[in-house]
């Protein structure tokens, strides 16, 4: 999966050639949710970690008020006025970042106009979030290019209302606010009604070993809603048993035991899912910060369990990979990470474990279905911000 390794150099390189100035270079990375899923937008609590994976924004002002981005993966250019902003996207990949100024000039930032080369080793559509790393990453150089504080909650909110309002997906806040408040070394605690969070270190002796099973069941974006909608319902039904209750972050396990009959079966067992999984999240933070790995463990596997049956948004591809590596020496747990039908799964491992792994991993893979398992070793990494290309070069 790490393929390419896009480096700021070459990105800011290909800005000067392009468009004959020269250009700062912003950062945002992907992500891997340990732990935590479909929780964000139940006002719950999730758990990922930023990747070494990241998309990288050349960016320099203009004295108009046009964005003009080139995105190196698709070789294409896009343009956008600023002061006739579209209402909302078309489809089309330049809608992440056009929906990012538009929300940005909506929240109240007076954004100049600038020049954009985007580039990223984040795979697209793989559940990694490439989507996230590119809001935020325009949304860090956009503000740069204007002279404009980036403040990353802030930002991560606006990239949130851009993927929603603009894109048209009714995705949580988590992705974006991993890519802009990432800490290294550390997954982050994210409580996504407060949007406080704390870091979580992973210790020196385990990895995050992540699996892309190479499939994406196309109907995802759908499902994805139809999971939110059943949530919501799951609210509405309880309300009247449970008093005031904003979302499912306010409903115990055992309130929805209590309750549950008030539920059609199918909504039941969604919002068992939910309220389940932020227990769980809760339970990994704690097991991680008192070095119970296996504990750490059984809680990914329960989530993984839990989504596969209760909140059905995995796959045949998906169940073997977690399944394959749960029983696998060293392994502590293992899960599907992500939105959704399809693309990674995240182990929680030994570090001397990790060449086995990978060689049992991608072998079974094959086996089983004919297809070929990326495998690679996440090193948590930080948020949003410049690159330094000094740095770079010496590193
Ligand atoms: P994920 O976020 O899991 O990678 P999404 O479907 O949410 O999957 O987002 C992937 C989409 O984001 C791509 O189809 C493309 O439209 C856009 N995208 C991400 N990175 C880039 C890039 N470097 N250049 C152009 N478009 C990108
Ligand atoms: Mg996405």
């Known amino acids: ?22 250009a700062r270079v912003s950062r945002a990375p ?5 732990i935590g899923e479909h929780t964000d937008y139940n006002d719950g609590f999730v758990m990922p970690a930023a990747l070494d994976f990241a998309t990288l924004v050349a960016a320099a002002p203009r004295d108009d008020r ?73 949304a860090h150089a956009l503000l740069a290019a204007s002279g404009l504080p980036f403040e990353p909650v802030a930002a991560a909110k606006v990239a949130q209302r851009a993927e929603n309002e603009f894109v048209g997906m009714r995705c949580g806040v988590m992705d974006q606010y991993i890519a802009a408040c990432g800490v290294a070394g550390a997954a982050l605690l994210i409580d996504c009604r407060s949007l406080e969070s704390r870091p979580v270190p992973i210790a020196p002796n385990l990895r995050l070993v992540i699996a892309n099973s190479n499939v994406r069941h196309q109907h995802a974006g759908g499902e994805y809603n139809d999971r939110r909608n059943a949530c919501e319902e799951g609210v509405r039904l309880l309300a009247p048993f449970l008093g ?83 029983g696998i020496e060293g392994v502590y747990g293992s899960r599907m990470t992500g939105g959704g039908f399809g693309g990674c799964t995240v182990s929680l491992v030994e570090a001397d474990a990790v060449d086995d792994v990978r060689k049992a991993l991608v072998g079974a893979y094959r086996t089983a279905f004919g297809l070929g398992a990326e495998v690679f070793v996440c090193t948590p990494s930080d948020g949003a911000g410049f690159v330094d290309l000094g740095q770079e070069d010496a590193a």
């Open 30 to 34: 992907g992500r891997v949710n340990l």
């Open 244 to 326: 005031p209750i904003a979302a499912l972050r306010d409903v115990t396990p055992a309130d929805l035991e209590r309750w549950r009959g008030a539920l059609p079966g199918l909504v039941a067992r969604r919002c068992r899912h939910i309220v389940t999984e932020n227990a769980r999240v809760l339970e990994a933070e704690r097991a991680l910060k008192a070095g119970d790995f296996a504990a750490c463990g059984a809680a990914m596997n329960a989530s993984q369990a839990s989504m596969r049956d209760d909140f059905q948004i995995t796959c045949p591809e998906i169940d073997f990979l977690a399944d394959f590596a749960q």
């Open 66 to 138: 046009t964005i003009r981005v080139y995105s190196l993966f698709m070789d294409q250019t896009r343009e956008f006025d600023l002061d006739a902003p579209a209402p909302s996207g078309r489809h089309v990949w330049s809608d992440y970042v056009f929906g990012v100024a538009a929300m940005l000039e909506a929240d109240g930032r007076r954004l100049a106009g600038a020049d954009l080369v985007v580039a990223s080793d984040v795979p697209l559509g793989a559940g990694l979030s490439s989507s996230a790393a590119l809001e935020v990453g325009v």
């Open 1 to 22: 999966m790490a393929s390419m390794t896009v480096r700021a150099r070459d990105v800011a390189q290909e800005f000067g050639v392009r468009f004959g100035r020269v």
